[in-house]
């Protein structure tokens, strides 16, 4: 079974950047999506970033340029770098992996972390 661990979560003010990383318990095989999506309490999960094993990368469409999402090339970390911070990105942020079609839908996507808060003040 896989075990994904966020970290790199905080409070920041809007405008500045995090670096969210995420570490891979094990190889995930040849074929495989690496993800990051957010929720907010009350409110259905979202789709932020995510890189395919063949290095295909997708973004929400609030994303716009500020989001970079990549990872290393045992695919056992996947890093989610957030520039230009904004109140509204204010969620908590989760890691996943999925093992077929690569996308941003929850149901892409069979492992999650246990989630790392991201916090933006205006």
């Known amino acids: 079974q896989v075990r994904l661990v966020e970290s790199g979560g905080g409070s920041v003010q809007a405008g500045e950047s995090l670096r969210l990383s995420c570490e891979v318990s094990?190889?995930?095989?040849?074929?495989?999506?690496m993800g990051w999506l957010r929720q907010v309490q009350g409110k259905e999960r979202e789709g932020v970033a995510s890189?395919?094993?063949?290095?295909?990368?997708y973004y929400g469409e609030f994303v716009r340029g500020r989001f970079t999402v990549s990872k290393d090339d045992a695919a056992t970390t996947v890093v989610l770098r957030m520039n230009n911070l904004k109140p509204e990105d204010t969620a908590m942020y989760y890691c996943?992996?999925?093992?077929?079609?690569?996308?941003?839908?929850?149901?892409?996507?069979?492992?999650w972390g246990q989630g790392t808060q991201v916090t933006v003040s205006s």
């Open positions: 996943a992996a999925g093992f077929g079609r690569c996308g941003l839908r929850e149901r892409d996507f069979n492992a």
């Open positions: 094990r190889s995930l095989g040849m074929k495989y999506c």
């Open positions: 890189i395919s094993s063949g290095d295909s990368r």
